[in-house]
């Protein structure tokens, strides 16, 4: 991290740089928050893991086969079917859905009956799109646990918790950056947690769970470039699509940050030298990294899924269900979403007003904050970088949704309507553009903390209350 007199001497470093060294004596107020910020993350999302025994509708069942043959030292690959951990967990745990039922075998019954035609997708691992990345952790935790005479789905659900203390980690460095408080900073890591669509994710074994790390890492890649020059943190900004194909969200709104800071600089020069704009090769690196080592990513998870395939997409059920000839405009404009991705599948038992209420005072809330920041005047240079951070993010929510419409009928030419779910990289980002609206005034920032602490209380109650939040206990 770059001195002030470090910054000086480097041309390179303009006005709009984050340059402002961090006062260290606040360190301790800071660990303090982190902290706080973790326990209130970590007791939210373990509580919800308590409660919820049976498997996710929310294709956990293939995230957590996924995860066991990675555990045992083989990729899945198109074409692969269920092997006996999940049936034998499938079976015991059942399905958290009262609309589906799916005649499988006893929990008890012997593995020879364990039959992956009898399960969801005909016994077909569709969870074979997605990279390894996330699937490394939950199979580390289902491994741990099983040692220890555990269940697999437990341990790899308890292992999110990695994933929770990368994002609070991540999160504080951002916000010291930009130099928010402390007490808005564990607000924002709240809220980003304590909710239904974040919750049941990391509750769960599913690679959303990851999506709050994947954005706020990206933005710390952006941020700790910007500050140091240094192109090696924009490496952070290829994070998000190496564990998630829509978790790219996140690297959409650095690439766009990065197109800004290219649009910036033609003009600087245009103005200097009194004619066209020659950008030097410098301005085209960053760029170059975000973008090329993206498409390189895209590509060799595309060249392993090709090479790991065992039978044409035509046997998988899911596919077939999709499949359309074209995209008419109605279903892309259907799917422009507008709102901050709070909601998600939300189990019956944190079905409540309560928890309705939170969610649309928060969604309202961080919305408001979100579009306010966007306009208010900037005090310093880190307000005029939130409303520009604010604006890339509020361009790729309006056109997440027929983005990756487009990429899954170009891939597999299928349509499937986009869940606010997919949005979840963005969240901490829309968390972190309100700083610069509930950070400016004590009565504000407490307000705001007031309201994500009532929101927290209102589902750690409700899940704590619950004797299960699933459709039903499990035999």
């Not at 470090?6 to 303090?32: C, I, M, Y």
């Not at 074979?128 to 952790?137: A, E, G, K, L, S």
């Not at 065992?310 to 046997?315: G, L, T, Y």
């Not at 310093?380 to 983005?403: D, I, K, N, Y």
Request: overall charge positive; hydrophobic content about 50%.
């Amino acid at each position: 991290m770059g001195t002030t007199s470090e910054v000086e001497s480097d041309p390179a470093v303009t006005e709009s740089s984050f340059v402002a060294p961090v006062d260290n004596r606040r360190r301790s107020t800071w660990v303090v928050a982190w902290l706080i910020a973790l326990l209130m993350c970590a007791a939210s999302v373990v509580l919800y893991q308590m409660k919820y025994p049976n498997i996710s509708p929310i294709d956990e069942f293939a995230h957590i086969d996924y995860a066991a043959k990675l555990s045992e030292g083989s990729l899945v690959g198109r074409g692969d079917r269920f092997g006996t951990i999940v049936m034998r967990e499938f079976a015991c745990r059942r399905l958290d859905a009262s609309e589906i039922s799916f005649e499988v075998p006893a929990c008890n019954a012997p593995e020879a009956s364990l039959r992956p035609e009898v399960y969801p997708e005909n016994g077909y691992n569709v969870a074979f799109i997605h990279p390894p990345t996330y699937y490394v952790v939950a199979a580390l935790g289902g491994s741990v646990a099983q040692r220890f005479d555990r269940s697999f789905v437990a341990g790899a659900r308890l292992a999110n918790l990695a994933w929770i203390v990368a994002f609070v980690t991540m999160m504080a460095i951002a916000c010291r950056w930009l130099r928010a408080s402390p007490t808005v900073f564990v607000a924002s890591c709240v809220v980003c947690v304590a909710n239904p669509a974040s919750l049941h994710a990391l509750g769960t074994v599913n690679p959303d769970a990851a999506g709050l790390f994947a954005g706020v890492s990206a933005l710390v890649g952006y941020l700790g470039w910007k500050r140091s020059n240094r192109l090696w943190w924009l490496l952070l900004a290829v994070v998000p699509v190496a564990i998630k194909s829509t978790h790219g969200l996140a690297t959409g709104v650095v690439l766009l940050l990065l197109a800004a800071d290219l649009f910036e600089g033609w003009s600087r020069q245009r103005t200097s030298a009194g004619g066209a704009p020659t950008p030097g090769d410098t301005m085209w690196r960053p760029v170059s990294i975000v973008a090329g080592g993206s498409a390189v990513v895209a590509l060799a998870v595309l060249a392993v899924q090709r090479a790991q395939a065992s039978a044409p997409v035509s046997v998988i059920d899911q596919f077939r269900r999709f499949h359309v000839d074209s995209l008419p405009l109605d279903s892309l404009l259907a799917n422009v979403a507008a709102i901050p991705p709070l909601v998600g599948y939300t189990p019956v038992g944190l079905k409540n007003s309560w928890v309705s209420l939170a969610v649309v005072v928060l969604s309202l809330a961080l919305g408001a904050a979100a579009l306010a920041a966007i306009g208010l005047p900037g005090r310093q240079v880190e307000h005029e970088f939130l409303r520009r951070l604010g604006l890339s993010t509020l361009v790729t929510m309006l056109l997440a949704g027929p983005a990756l419409i487009v990429m899954n009928f170009v891939l597999s030419e299928i349509y499937v309507a986009v869940p606010l779910r997919y949005l979840i990289s963005l969240l901490p980002l829309i968390a972190i553009v309100t700083i610069a609206v509930f950070d400016r005034s004590r009565p504000i920032r407490w307000a705001w903390s007031g309201l994500v602490t009532s929101g927290w209380l209102i589902m750690v109650i409700t899940i704590g209350s619950a004797v299960t939040l699933s459709v039903t206990t499990p035999p």
